[in-house]
């Protein structure tokens, strides 16, 4: 914890701009008991406590977060903790006390809004101490640093520290008004998400992330099941089992795999669990087995694809080629006819042909993916494909972009087609005239749900297709 509590010290003396915030840096890098000293500035020097002290009002923490769910469960995380010590959670777009800034760098444009939130943030308090963490800043710490205004860059594995730190640097008046209940609902969701592992041992060629998080580090199996026993008893309905690469899951862990874990969630009384993602590699006929045989699993599953083109996998170092992708949907739509696939996609990788993104088309059209997320390919900082001949033109990116996106609007028209008049369960999140839920398959839709019903499962007739979702009626 001290050298975080030092990157702190250091960057309040680069940003004081007065003669009492130049006394409390300058004491508060000399002083070794760094907990008495920052009782003392916190007390004497109001630039770096700003609260009203014939007011007291509790400390605001904002956690404006990028990226993929493991990033949303590790910004949930944090806030849990900051809750438990009187911090009040607020929204991320609302002035703060502290900012803690979870980014991405999945692509460059990860990567730029990132920096653009961090930005924002000092719009909105330029006084607030602001910590950033997540993938962007652990694999380009010194980039973050020098971005004016930064206080610390925190590396993922070092997420846990944060509010132990913040608890000494910045922390709650206990004689604030308690922490109402609309902000404490402010981080609760109907839809959970759970990380179950974080890290990935796959080296593809584009990919930073892997780089940002490590290596496969798996939760133990009693301490998954305790969060999910936890979730149940809260009442929420539906979990996502989330993390890096989840079907890597216990890799780590001596006799225990993701098939262990969808084993000993049976009877948990959650009602819909969910996978978020998974690689093709990892889906073995044993997990393809436990899946089927799981009674609440949701039959939607969103397997990478990035590439339907073997030499362009080859090229990615996926380890798989088109025909055993093929043949892992085909398995997995036998065990359950009904189920759903969605995918993400990397278009103008180095050295993609016309003829290479013909076939990504054709397996695109052939999976019947109902969504899509497609991602123009950018180089990212220390991987191999950054430095591979064969760069694509941005126009020719897009170009691929919109048509992969076109054929996407189609197929998911077609097959919401055949839920016209028919019912299908929805999970709702919101309520009112223009109700919003979604069902297992992964389809959004809108319908005029009742207050009070947020957090059921209702029966809805479909009855229009939308953009991307459909509308219908309470029967």
Same mark, same amino acid.
């Given at each position: 914890?001290?050298?975080?509590?030092?990157?702190?010290?250091?960057?309040?003396? &680069?940003?004081?701009?007065?003669?009492?915030?130049?006394?409390?840096?300058?004491?508060?890098?000399?002083?070794?008991? %760094?907990?008495?000293?920052?009782?003392?500035?916190?007390?004497?020097?109001?630039?770096?406590?700003?609260?009203?002290?014939?007011?007291?009002?509790?400390?605001?923490?904002?956690?404006?977060?990028?990226?993929?769910?493991?990033?949303?469960?590790?910004?949930?995380?944090?806030?849990?903790?900051?809750?438990?010590? /009187?911090?009040?959670?607020?929204?991320?777009?609302?002035?703060?006390?502290?900012?803690?800034?979870?980014?991405?760098?999945?692509?460059?444009?990860?990567?730029?809004?990132?920096?653009?939130?961090?930005?924002?943030?000092?719009?909105?308090?330029?006084?607030?101490?602001?910590?950033?963490?997540?993938?962007?800043?652990?694999?380009?710490?010194?980039?973050?640093?020098?971005?004016?205004?930064?206080?610390?860059?925190?590396?993922?594995?070092?997420?846990?520290? %944060?509010? !132990?730190?913040?608890?000494?640097?910045?922390?709650?008046?206990?004689?604030?008004?308690?922490?109402?209940?609309?902000?404490?609902?402010?981080?609760?969701?109907?839809?959970?998400?759970?990380?179950?592992?974080?890290? $990935?041992?796959?080296? $593809?060629?584009? $990919?930073?992330?892997?780089?940002?998080?490590?290596?496969?580090?798996?939760?133990?199996?009693?301490?998954?099941?305790?969060?999910?026993?936890?979730?149940?008893?809260?009442?929420?309905?539906?979990?996502?089992?989330?993390?890096? @690469?989840?079907?890597?899951?216990?890799?780590?862990?001596?006799?225990?795999?993701?098939?262990?874990?969808?084993?000993?969630?049976?009877?948990?009384?959650?009602?819909?669990?969910?996978?978020?993602?998974?690689?093709?590699?990892?889906?073995?006929?044993?997990?393809? !087995?436990?899946?089927?045989?799981?009674?609440?699993?949701?039959?939607?599953?969103?397997? $990478?694809?990035?590439?339907?083109?073997?030499?362009?996998?080859?090229?990615?170092? @996926?380890?798989?080629?088109?025909?055993?992708?093929?043949?892992?949907?085909?398995?997995? @739509?036998?065990?359950?006819?009904? !189920?759903?696939?969605?995918?993400? %996609?990397?278009?103008?990788?180095?050295?993609?042909? =016309?003829?290479?993104?013909?076939?990504?088309?054709?397996?695109?059209?052939?999976?019947?993916?109902?969504?899509?997320?497609?991602? &123009?390919?950018?180089?990212?900082?220390?991987?191999?494909?950054?430095?591979?001949?064969?760069?694509?033109?941005?126009?020719?990116?897009?170009?691929?972009?919109?048509?992969?996106?076109?054929?996407?609007?189609?197929?998911?028209?077609?097959?919401?087609?055949?839920?016209?008049?028919?019912?299908?369960?929805?999970?709702?999140?919101?309520?009112?005239?223009?109700?919003?839920?979604?069902?297992?398959?992964?389809?959004?839709?809108?319908?005029?749900?009742?207050?009070?019903?947020?957090?059921?499962?209702?029966?809805?007739?479909?009855?229009?297709? !939308?953009?991307? =979702?459909?509308? /219908?009626?309470?029967?």
């Amino acid at each position: 914890m001290l050298w975080l509590a030092e990157a702190l010290f250091a960057s309040r003396i &680069k940003r004081a701009t007065s003669l009492h915030g130049v006394v409390w840096a300058c004491c508060t890098a000399m002083l070794p008991r %760094i907990t008495a000293a920052l009782s003392f500035a916190a007390g004497h020097f109001p630039r770096y406590n700003t609260r009203d002290m014939s007011e007291p009002r509790p400390v605001t923490v904002a956690l404006p977060t990028l990226g993929c769910k493991a990033n949303r469960y590790d910004s949930d995380t944090l806030a849990r903790a900051l809750l438990a010590r /009187g911090y009040v959670i607020v929204p991320p777009d609302q002035p703060a006390d502290i900012y803690i800034v979870n980014t991405c760098t999945v692509t460059g444009e990860a990567d730029s809004k990132s920096r653009k939130a961090l930005r924002r943030t000092l719009r909105m308090n330029d006084d607030a101490i602001l910590i950033v963490t997540g993938c962007y800043a652990s694999l380009e710490p010194e980039m973050i640093r020098a971005i004016p205004g930064v206080d610390a860059v925190v590396p993922i594995e070092e997420q846990g520290r %944060i509010p !132990a730190l913040l608890a000494v640097l910045r922390p709650p008046d206990p004689s604030a008004a308690p922490l109402s209940p609309g902000l404490r609902a402010s981080i609760a969701r109907t839809r959970a998400t759970v990380k179950i592992q974080d890290g $990935c041992n796959l080296r $593809c060629a584009f $990919c930073a992330v892997t780089l940002a998080r490590g290596p496969v580090r798996s939760r133990p199996l009693p301490e998954v099941l305790a969060e999910l026993h936890a979730l149940a008893e809260a009442g929420v309905r539906e979990v996502v089992l989330t993390g890096i @690469r989840l079907d890597a899951y216990g890799l780590d862990l001596p006799g225990t795999r993701l098939t262990d874990l969808l084993d000993a969630t049976h009877n948990l009384g959650i009602t819909r669990l969910r996978l978020s993602s998974l690689e093709p590699i990892g889906i073995t006929e044993r997990l393809v !087995a436990r899946i089927a045989a799981h009674p609440t699993l949701c039959p939607h599953f969103h397997i $990478c694809l990035q590439s339907g083109d073997d030499g362009i996998l080859k090229a990615m170092r @996926r380890g798989y080629t088109a025909d055993r992708y093929r043949r892992t949907v085909a398995r997995l @739509r036998q065990a359950l006819p009904e !189920a759903t696939f969605t995918t993400d %996609i990397i278009v103008g990788f180095p050295g993609e042909s =016309h003829a290479a993104f013909a076939s990504t088309m054709a397996l695109v059209e052939e999976i019947g993916f109902i969504k899509l997320h497609v991602f &123009k390919f950018s180089p990212r900082p220390h991987t191999v494909a950054a430095l591979m001949p064969g760069q694509i033109a941005d126009a020719l990116k897009d170009a691929r972009s919109h048509e992969l996106l076109a054929v996407e609007r189609r197929i998911f028209r077609q097959y919401a087609a055949t839920l016209i008049n028919r019912e299908v369960s929805v999970l709702v999140e919101r309520t009112g005239r223009n109700g919003e839920g979604l069902t297992s398959r992964y389809l959004r839709v809108r319908a005029p749900f009742m207050a009070g019903s947020a957090g059921q499962i209702v029966a809805v007739r479909v009855t229009e297709i !939308a953009d991307d =979702h459909l509308l /219908g009626i309470l029967p």
